[in-house]
């Protein structure tokens, strides 16, 4: 099995930042890639941003494009997500998965990827 646990979250200020990470553990896994989603009360669970682990490819939703940047450690096979300029709107649980597949996806649904972290809370105050 193959644990993702993300940490970072927490109560900010609108206009602040917060640097999430999910670090990826268990069993030997292929790497396709690495995402970010989030799900907010009331609301469907939606893609955030996702990285091509191989090519360090990355996709972003517009909402958080030039805000938001996903990076990655390989060696610690960790991804990152450094959200600046957070907005009320960026309120939600943010959780993170990965993709062990190979074959030809967007990395921007959240079936198109194998396991899931627990989710971490962020909370952004005006």
């Known amino acids: 099995q193959v644990q993702l646990v993300e940490s970072g979250g927490g109560l900010v200020q609108a206009g602040g930042s917060l640097r999430l990470s999910c670090a990826a553990s268990?069993?030997?896994?292929?790497?396709?890639?690495m995402g970010w989603f989030r799900q907010a009360p009331g609301k469907e669970r939606e893609f955030v941003a996702g990285?091509?682990?191989?090519?360090?490819?990355?996709y972003y939703a517009d909402s958080v494009k030039g805000r938001f940047t996903i990076s990655r450690d390989n060696a610690k096979i960790t991804v990152y997500l450094q959200m600046n300029s957070l907005k009320p709107e960026d309120t939600a649980v943010y959780y993170c998965?990965?993709?062990?597949?190979?074959?030809?996806?967007?990395?921007?649904?959240?079936?198109?990827?194998?396991?899931w972290g627990q989710g971490t809370q962020v909370t952004v105050s005006s």
């Open positions: 268990g069993r030997t896994f292929s790497n396709y890639g």
């Open positions: 990285l091509r682990w191989n090519s360090g490819v990355t």
């Open positions: 998965a990965v993709r062990a597949q190979s074959g030809l996806v967007t990395m921007k649904f959240a079936r198109e990827y194998d396991y």
